[in-house]
């Protein structure tokens, strides 16, 4: 193993994402769990993970606000097609 540690929120931010394919929303929600667990044992994360929860928290989360945004993206642009047609 070498001396140099992983920058965790590169890792999470290219390789982790949810896959919207997949229609039943809690196995949506489990595989993007799943998905965590694999990079992190992968990556040897885990002893920079272990213990520290917030810190898986906030990698979860931040994950998932770049959906969060693209789908207001796309709400809006929704919304505002709805009106231009009536």
Do not use: W
């Not at 394919?21 to 799943?34: H, P, S």
């Not at 040897?44 to 520290?52: F, V, W, Y």
């Not at 207001?72 to 009536?86: A, G, L, N, P, R």
Request: aromatic share 6%; charged share 30%.
């Amino acid at each position: 193993m070498n001396d140099q540690i992983p920058n965790i929120h590169a890792i999470m931010s290219q390789h982790l994402t949810m896959d919207l394919r997949q229609k039943d929303v809690k196995v949506r929600v489990l595989n993007y769990f799943d998905r965590f667990d694999e990079l992190v044992e992968g990556y040897g994360l885990s002893i920079a993970l272990d213990g520290n929860d917030k810190l898986k928290c906030k990698l979860l989360t931040e994950n998932l606000r770049v959906l969060k945004n693209k789908s207001s993206s796309i709400k809006t642009y929704c919304e505002d097609s709805c009106f231009e047609t009536v």
